[in-house]
């Protein structure tokens, strides 16, 4: 199984991006999504995920009505579209997956797959 992400770049405030994350070898399908970021001194947090059961999408509170988690069934690919972009979302980008249920969305224990991270850089 593997994980791609791609997308990232410099961007000025204000400015939009959008990730990708490329899987393959999921050929059972997978019970969720997430992107996850890391910026510079801080710790992991997750920013999004996708129930692929139910389709239903979670946000963390300092991305929501910014970013929009989606899938392309037919591409084998997650996207995570990022408006209104600040320097406080400059980080390294993650996306992971979770074969089994998740209680806790945006705890990076809960997957077990993750792919090599994207960096974004809000500067102007």
């Known amino acids: 199984v593997q994980l791609q992400a791609s997308g990232g770049g410099l961007v000025q405030p204000g400015g939009s991006l959008r990730l990708s994350c490329a899987t393959s070898g999921f050929t059972l399908g997978y019970y969720a999504v997430a992107w996850f970021r890391r910026a510079p001194g801080k710790e992991r947090e997750g920013v999004s995920c996708l129930n692929t059961i139910e389709n239903s999408t979670y946000y963390a509170d300092s991305v929501k009505g910014r970013f929009t988690i989606s899938r392309n069934n037919a591409k084998n690919t997650v996207y995570l579209q990022m408006n209104s972009l600040k320097p406080e979302d400059t980080a390294v980008y993650y996306c992971?997956?979770?074969?089994?249920?998740?209680?806790?969305?945006?705890?990076s224990y809960e997957y077990g797959y993750w792919g090599r991270g994207t960096q974004v850089t809000v500067s102007s």
């Open 96 to 107: 992971a997956i979770s074969l089994s249920t998740v209680v806790e969305w945006f705890q």
